[in-house]
């Protein structure tokens, strides 16, 4: 068989092949589709989980930088950054809730509300000046929201869970309101669940110092002032005055006789 005949054999074969593409694809179109699809999700899901890892990391680091920027504005506000520095907590705790939002790990979302409840609490402490009570009010009802989110949020991490618990206790205290804040403390350290972690070993430190602060101390009363007693020393003339003194009286047994002679030699001059 010379090469021209076996070239139109082969030109038959495709041509045929092509001619009966359409009933194939008709016949195994399904197979066709999945094996497509395999294709495509083995060059793109590794694309993709790379950039969805990607994008998670950026979150995470986004939220690590709000978290430094509390930690940092704190600092500066005790050297004296003034009310510029002080607003700098508050931008970082809406950016912080912000962020909770958009995490998609609920553990991140929850460390971040936390962080966020921090933030309020810490610009109410470092304002200049009195601060309404209004505003304290306010912010307070925002960080306790932000706890109980965080409770919600973080469950399957004790750690988190108790850091939150132990910031509603914050909350209570700097409402004024100890006896609820003695009983989140409470229940931080009999909770065995949260034993081991740092916001139980705060929670027994918060339950010590409440106890020094509400203790009732009875005062003595102080004894009456005495006059003091004053020794008085009367001196004693010297004895060198002394004998002038007695050199200077007069003599009252040697002048009566100078008067007895006087009165005697008065009649004989009559004589």
């Given amino acids: 068989m010379d090469s021209a005949h076996r070239h139109e054999l082969k030109t038959n074969e495709l041509a045929d092949w092509v001619g009966h593409l359409p009933d194939f694809i008709r016949r ?33 680091a986004e939220t690590a930088h709000l978290i430094q920027k509390i930690d940092q504005g704190k600092i500066m ?20 809730e912000t962020a909770a939002k958009n995490a ?78 003695k009983q989140i403390y409470e229940e931080i350290v009999a909770n065995a669940d949260f034993e081991g972690t740092v ?16 203790a009732k101390f009875v005062f003595v009363k102080a004894p009456e002032p005495q006059p003091e007693e004053i020794e008085l020393t009367i001196p004693q003339k010297p004895a060198l005055e002394t004998a002038i003194e007695m050199i200077k009286a007069p003599d009252d047994t040697t002048a009566e006789p100078e008067t007895s002679e006087t009165a005697t030699e008065t009649p004989s001059e009559t004589d």
């Fill in 28 to 60: 195994n179109y399904m197979q066709i589709i999945g094996a497509g699809l395999i294709i495509v999700g083995l060059v793109v899901l590794p694309v993709f989980k790379r950039m969805r890892r990607s994008a998670a990391e950026k979150r995470q």
């Fill in 77 to 96: 506000a005790v050297q004296g950054g003034g009310v510029d520095i002080q607003n700098t907590l508050l931008i970082s705790a809406n950016s912080l």
């Fill in 104 to 181: 998609k790990n609920p553990h991140s979302a929850a460390l971040a509300l936390i962080k966020r409840a921090e933030a309020l609490r810490a610009d109410l402490h470092y304002k200049l000046g009195q601060v309404e009570r209004a505003v304290v009010q306010a912010q307070i009802n925002q960080a306790r929201s932000a706890y109980q989110q965080a409770i919600e949020k973080a469950q399957g991490n004790n750690t988190l869970i108790a850091m939150a618990k132990f910031g509603l206790g914050l909350c209570a205290e700097e409402l004024g309101k100890l006896d609820l804040a």
């Fill in 199 to 214: 916001s139980s070993a705060q929670a027994q430190l918060r339950l010590e110092l409440m106890d020094d602060n509400t």
